[in-house]
């Protein structure tokens, strides 16, 4: 009964070589977001889509990228990881966006946990 | 800036003993508080929110969260914790007309039997 799935849970790359994180929900929500969380740390969002609305966040390097094809499915690409980018990558959605208009609880994928080589 | 602490990197308990996870918070305007568990390997769930209304919170799992305006606390509580509750804990904050989910850096929480 999975809702939000991170495909794969662990990834190894290469310093520099584009790498695809992938997420799918079977929740129908309109909103996706993509976390970075590195170790010992607090996740720090990157970016969100509202339906097919992108948002980036003002400080997530231009590196991070994404795409949003359809309701289900919501990817993070990387275009040239380094080192500085081995983190866990959580993928979270919740039906709406902004608090007023219900239900805003952000669900959360098990994570993809990047290493880079 | 909106910012959240979590003071304890880790909390140890006994099984049936009280638990507290400790958080507070700093937002401009009414803050809107949340807090999430992680078990490994496992993304986050959610465990309960305070918007608006009775400061008493309570959420999943027997757990309850107290919001206290002026000391800008929102502590996790438990009166009787289990070993399954060992977990890591975040708690989080979002003020009213943004988007973002601002994390503390989590609380380990380690109940021994």
């Known amino acids: 009964d999975a809702m939000v799935i991170q495909n794969p849970r662990y990834q190894v790359t290469q310093f520099g070589k584009p790498v695809t994180l992938s997420c799918s929900q079977t929740l129908n929500h309109n909103v996706m977001y993509w976390y970075q969380q590195k170790s010992s740390q607090a996740p720090k969002l990157l970016f969100h889509?509202?339906?097919?609305?992108?948002?980036n966040e003002a400080d997530t390097p231009d590196n991070f990228q994404s795409r949003r094809p359809n309701t289900s499915f919501c990817f993070l690409d990387i275009r040239s990881p380094g080192l500085g980018d081995a983190a866990m990558y959580l993928c979270a959605t919740s039906r709406d966006l902004f608090l007023g208009q219900g239900s805003h609880e952000q669900y959360f994928g098990p994570g993809t946990r990047l290493t880079v080589t | 800036a909106q910012s959240v602490a979590q003071p304890e990197d880790q909390v140890n308990v006994a099984e049936g003993n009280p638990l507290t996870v400790k958080c507070t918070y700093s937002v401009s305007g009414n803050p809107y508080l949340f807090w999430y568990v992680q078990y490994p390997n496992r993304g986050l769930q959610f465990l309960l929110k305070?918007?608006?209304?009775?400061?008493l919170v309570k959420g999943s799992y027997g757990f309850e969260a107290e919001f206290n305006k002026s000391q800008t606390s929102f502590h996790l509580k438990k009166p009787s914790a289990l070993v399954s509750d060992s977990a890591l804990y975040f708690c989080a904050v979002r003020e009213q007309a943004g988007t973002a989910l601002i994390f503390g850096k989590g609380t380990t929480l380690s109940v021994s039997s």
């Open positions: 889509y509202y339906d097919k609305d992108f948002n």
């Open positions: 305070y918007i608006t209304g009775d400061n």
